[in-house]
């Protein structure tokens, strides 16, 4: 597996351990149902809170368990399993915010590679079509030189151990921006499909999205500057374009419309990039499977839902997701 060149997987995240007061075991049915409809990668964005405590080098070997059964169910279900920190030590762009800083922290850095050499080790041998491993959630609040160090030192720690491992480095600005920095480096880069940012947020609690009327697509800024299909390739497609003509593969990590904004111009919304990713030969992961951006039990009020062993399917949904 060449991190110059990706696969076109397309999927899920999955929040089983998205955070660490609120974790469960992966679920077994969720590998199967993505493979029955024709998905075959599982991004797994996890808390490092759910295998450590206070000393940050004692890993709790029962949680870690739990992830191997995750790492197992995509072989078995022919799932690549793309493992990520949504919070490592020394940051998150969840609350509460880390107590030390791992761009600037020399302590806390050699945590954060210790952490990713451990699952380096525990994985060893498991091959890289199956498995990858994807540093830390939408780095922010540095900048690009202090994170390629941090990513630099971490992906040749992993080598070190398995150089057959294909590692992934999140884009800076919360996944938006390609790293030139890191084109150099034995790693692919994940970026985002969350702008124009209020039609994809409008009203999530997480944020201070409150448009006084629903989004439309194209969108309007209060500028007037209308943000349509050439836009979104204009300002988010090509310059990772750029990036991956230095080769380096290129993955939608995340990507989705919270439930408040209308299902018509979501759908509409997310064909327009759909077709763009196709087009240029990107993956994906959608945010989220099961949940307000997914297609279970994203608990919009005008979505005709289908029962799905006990759960509410957005068959339409689905469709536009299976058709690309």
Known sequence: MDASSLPRWRGFNLQAKFMADDEERFREEDFAWMTEWGFDFARLPMDYRCWTGDDWLDFDEDTLEEIDEAVEYGREYDVHVNLNFHRGPGFTVADPPEETDLW????????????WERFAERYEGVPSDELSFDLINEPADTSHGAYADVARRTVEAIHDVDPA??????????????????????CAQSTRGYDPFPLTHQKAEWTDVDLDEPPEWPFVT???QVQDAD?????????????????????????????????DVTLSWMEDVLRQWEEAGWGWALWNFRGPFGILNSERDDVDYEDWHGHDLDREMLELLQAY
């Open 104 to 115: 600037t922290d020399r302590e806390t850095q050699d945590a954060f590679v210790a952490h």
């Open 165 to 186: 491992r294909l590692v992934v480095a999140d884009g800076m600005r919360y996944g938006r921006e390609p790293v030139f920095r890191l084109a150099d480096v034995e």
């Open 222 to 224: 209060d500028s007037g």
């Open 231 to 263: 836009w979104v390739y204009a300002d988010r497609i090509a310059p990772w374009k750029h990036l991956e003509s230095q080769g380096v593969g290129v993955h939608v990590g995340e990507w989705g419309v919270y439930n408040q904004t209308p299902h």
